[in-house]
Structure formats: C-alpha cells, structure tokens
C-alpha cells in the first residue's frame, strides 16, 4: 500500500537539497519512493527547439516523449484547473512512499523543513497536516524532530508519519 509524507517549508528552507540526501537512505533500507513536486506558475519541462515544444505549441493537448531511458508525459491544462494534489498522486505508479514536496496547505501528513537563516517564520500550526519538524533549530512547539544534518532520523520521521493514500 503507497504512503504518503510531505516536506513543507519556505522557499530556500533547503526541501529539495533534504530529499535528495533522505531518498538514497530510504532506498538503501528497501523503500521504494517516488516523488511529487509542486512548481512555480511558469516552470516548463519542455525547451523551445524540441520536437514535444513545437507539438504543445501547435496545439496538442498531451505529448509524450520516450527514450530507451524514460518517458514523461506533458499535459496542457489550456484554462482547466490545476488537478488537485489527490488527482496527481493517483496518477503515480505504486509504491511503499510518495514524498511530496510543497503543497504545504494541503492536509496530507508533512514534515516542515525549516532552516533559522532563511528568517522565515513556523508554518506549524497554520499548516495542516504537520506532524514533525526537520530543523537547524529546535522548533517552538512540541512535535517529533530532527536536526537538519540526522538524515537518518528525518527518514524514520518519514516512515513514521506517512499516511496511506487515500
């Protein structure tokens, strides 16, 4: 059964630079993880020049582009709603966990990442969902956490917290 666990923070709390040092932990105990990421507004997997840019551009709804090595699919929403965070996990293959990262007003469980230097305040508790910390600091409110640097403890967090797809 895939679980799920969020990593919610400020930009430049270092989510991103986290996952990338908790998902080899992870793997190595015998998890298998995908990911989902929330992204700016204006973020594009696809480059002018390319063949899947000039198929969107000339009108495609849904483009997919395949290699002995990966295949993405590209959706234009052209004016539909962005899908729902429930929607796009349901669109991932099985596995033991999703780690999603953003959507930190969403209700899934999360794990807020916080990093003193970026000067940023606490999302718990006007974020839902949280249910430990990943911080440089000790957080101002009681729940589980762990030093930004125990990559071993924040990956228990995981695995502790995660929630069953719904």
């Known amino acids: 059964m895939t679980r799920v666990i969020g990593f919610a923070g400020w930009s430049g709390a270092g989510k991103t630079t986290l996952l990338a040092q908790v998902l080899p932990v992870l793997i190595a105990r015998g998890v298998s993880v995908s990911t989902l990421k929330h992204a700016h507004h204006r973020f594009d997997v696809d480059m002018p020049g390319k063949d899947s840019h000039t198929h969107r551009q000339a009108g495609a709804r849904q483009v997919l582009v395949a290699s002995e090595n990966r295949w993405a699919l590209m959706t234009e929403l052209r004016g539909a709603p962005e ?11 099985p596995v033991d966990l999703v780690i999603v990262e953003g959507f930190k007003r969403d209700l899934h469980a ?10 940023k305040p606490w999302l718990h508790p006007d974020s839902p969902g949280i249910r430990a910390v990943a911080a440089d600091t ?5 729940l589980p956490h762990a030093r930004l ?15 069953p797809l719904a």
């Open 138 to 142: 000790a957080p101002p409110y009681d």
């Open 83 to 93: 899908p729902s965070l429930a929607e796009l996990l349901r669109r991932l293959d």
């Open 110 to 119: 999360k794990i807020e990442v916080n990093r003193a230097a970026n000067g």
């Open 149 to 163: 640097d125990d990559i071993a403890g924040i990956a228990d967090l995981c695995l502790r917290f995660a929630e």
